[in-house]
């Protein structure tokens, strides 16, 4: 693509500004879950109930919040090395939390339709970058697409 040179950088930077916070919501209620899990989260420090809601909600979904979070991870440090194999971890770490949204918008103890939805909303627009930088050719590493 010809054009700006600048322009892969500021597309990079709106990646990471919109995807950091994402991924720092999303470990925030991992370690809220987790010490809940433990009995190790004070009562009192949060507006909704969660001790009531991983009563509700069971282990095997809470799984699919915790490897989406580690793709998310995983992700972000790709995203910030400029590597190609981010787009492919975005991917995976989107489709994921849109699963965990589904089950957790389906418990009706947590209603999870905003900050879920602007959460695969920040996944969809970091992902968009990514590709953006891909066919920029601003990414490094492996081609996902064989014989490239």
Request: with cysteine; proline share 3%.
């Amino acid at each position: 693509m010809q054009g700006n040179r600048n322009w892969p950088r500021a597309i990079k930077w709106v990646a990471l500004l919109v995807f950091i916070p994402d991924v720092l919501y999303a470990s925030g209620w991992f370690a809220m879950d987790v010490l809940a899990r433990l009995s190790l989260w004070p009562r009192d420090w949060n507006a909704i109930d969660i001790y009531g809601f991983i009563a509700t909600h069971p282990l095997w979904a809470e799984m699919i919040f915790f490897v989406g979070l580690g793709f998310k991870i995983a992700a972000l440090v790709q995203m910030i090395r400029s590597r190609l194999s981010a787009i492919s971890l975005l991917a995976v770490a989107v489709v994921l939390h849109f699963a965990d949204w589904v089950l957790l918008t389906a418990n009706g103890y947590y209603s999870a339709t905003l900050d879920g939805g602007l959460q695969i909303m920040t996944g969809i627009v970091a992902l968009a970058c990514q590709v953006y930088l891909h066919l920029s050719g601003a990414l490094t590493g492996r081609s996902l697409i064989p014989g490239r």
